[in-house]
């Protein structure tokens, strides 16, 4: 009897225990395998971006590296470096409830550490080729985020498009935020990123000073998509200074970070 009683006890407690926390794990994670093994389950730990939907766009990849840059001997390439942030801002984006499309995908580079990221031409249009030819390349991803757009129900839908600049060796950059021509929404988006940046760097690295600007470009990806969207230039891959942005892992992830959160800005005066 006593040992019924018992055996009642224990089951209904793991009966108890089981549901409870399958629950729970549903609505506190998540996965993502593009983000490597490591980092493929991430926490929600927020709802600030609930009901708002990206377009994450790492530039180039595929048989087209973007730009090149040299550092302590090895190659630098623009598009192992965007793709790195793009999944870091992915990932900061999910963590507060938001969806994300990766346009650019890699099955094998997660989230990766590391100063020299190793250079591939595995990337490709969510699973399709990129062709090396500029305008078949940027018309490519163009129509994929257009053919999501018009099927996600979301009121907020915002593309961005992440890059690394190449200029003369000698010249530091700081980053650059540009929207389409006339756009209103790509303008706001940008400031938002651009100002929480300009806070962020004042914070923790004072003496600094914040170069960082907002402007209108006449680009391919802003001019042809439907989202509003933001491109950016997170630096001059050539110069060394503007590399320790880049090759630093935790100044990647910082930089993600504070993206994501420019982003909840907007989206808190954007989303009625
Ligand atoms: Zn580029």
Redesign the pocket.
């Known amino acids: 009897m006593q040992m019924k009683k018992l055996l009642l006890a224990v089951l209904s407690f793991i009966v108890f225990l089981f549901p409870l926390s399958a629950q729970e794990q549903k609505k506190q994670s998540g996965k993502e395998p593009l983000f490597g093994k490591a980092m493929a389950s991430y926490p929600i730990v927020s709802n600030e971006l609930s009901g708002a939907c990206f377009y994450l766009v790492g530039?180039?990849g595929g048989p087209d590296p973007?730009?090149i840059g040299t550092y302590n001997g090895h190659k630098l390439h623009?598009d192992e470096y965007?793709y790195d942030i793009v999944l870091r801002l992915g990932r900061e984006l999910l963590m507060r409830g938001a969806k994300v499309h990766f346009i650019i995908q890699d099955k094998k580079d997660g989230i990766r550490n590391g100063s020299v990221l190793k250079n591939s031409k595995r990337e490709t249009c969510m699973g399709k080729e990129i062709p090396l030819d500029q305008v078949a390349r940027l018309k490519q991803r163009s129509l994929k985020i257009d053919e999501l757009y018009r099927k996600d129900k979301s009121v907020y839908k915002r593309a961005v498009f992440v890059?690394?600049d190449s200029r003369s060796q000698g010249k530091q950059t700081d980053v650059y935020f540009y929207h389409a021509p006339g756009s209103k929404q790509g303008k706001r988006l940008a400031d938002r990123m651009k100002n929480t940046l300009a806070t962020k760097y004042k914070k923790h690295q004072p003496g600094r000073g914040f170069k960082g600007t907002v402007s209108e470009r006449n680009l391919y990806v802003l001019r042809n998509t439907q989202p509003a969207g933001v491109y950016l230039e997170l630096g001059n891959i050539r110069n060394s200074r503007d590399q320790q942005r880049l090759v630093l892992e935790n100044n990647r992830q910082a930089l993600a970070k504070w993206l994501a959160e420019g982003i909840v800005a907007d989206y808190k005066v954007g989303k009625k």
Do not use: L, V
């Open positions: 530039g180039h973007g730009a623009e965007a890059h690394i």
